[in-house]
């Protein structure tokens, strides 16, 4: 098994592209060890020492490591750990069903508003930030502001706050006239 490492936009993330299918639908966040347990490989990825959050997308994984740990003392025993996870033949979730859109649910009047802004979120902002091993969710909206959470790489990376304020609030606001702003919500 050939597992492909690439860089992130955030120096302390790392995407792993182990060529083989990581979930069949959604993303699964695990910022910290403590959520680990609804997957066996975030648990064998937390055992390494070092490791300080685990993100699976369709087909990559991206791992964050501790600030005062260099990616050449962990890099290889996190490589590891996925070939290990792979060849055991375990699944990455316990229960694969709980995966889902990511996106908060929203009822009220604004939900026409919302429907469009998780429409461009999905077709324009995701795929492009997957590419850079993250992913950004609907988390709200009120009174013109849109509330997103950052997951993977692009949580805690330095040029998150251009990408939202730069890229993603101006497209929003472009294609949406309610929206006034897109801020970031911490982790939940």
């Not at 229960?95 to 649910?105: I, R, W, Y």
């Amino acid at each position: 098994m050939f597992i492909q490492t690439e860089s992130t936009p955030n120096p302390s993330t790392l995407k792993f592209l182990p060529g083989k299918p990581v979930l069949a639908q959604g993303t699964a966040d695990f910022p910290a060890p403590e959520g680990a347990g609804a997957s066996p490989l975030a648990t064998r990825i937390f055992a390494v020492e070092g490791v300080a959050g685990v993100f699976f997308g369709s087909d990559f994984i991206t791992v964050t490591k501790a600030d005062q740990i260099e990616w050449d003392h962990i890099k290889p025993s996190v490589l590891g750990a996925i070939m290990e996870h792979y060849q055991s033949g375990q699944p990455v979730m316990a229960d694969d069903a709980a995966m889902g859109s990511g996106h908060a649910e929203h009822h009220g009047e604004d939900a026409e508003i919302v429907g469009q802004i998780k429409e461009l979120l999905d077709s324009r902002v995701r795929p492009a930030v997957a590419q850079d091993g993250g992913d950004i969710t609907f988390h709200g909206f009120e009174r013109g502001v849109v509330y997103l959470h950052m997951q993977g790489a692009c949580a805690g990376c330095p040029s998150s706050t251009l990408t939202l304020k730069m890229g993603i609030e101006n497209l929003l606001r472009h294609y949406i006239p309610e929206v006034t702003e897109v801020r970031p919500v911490g982790v939940l």
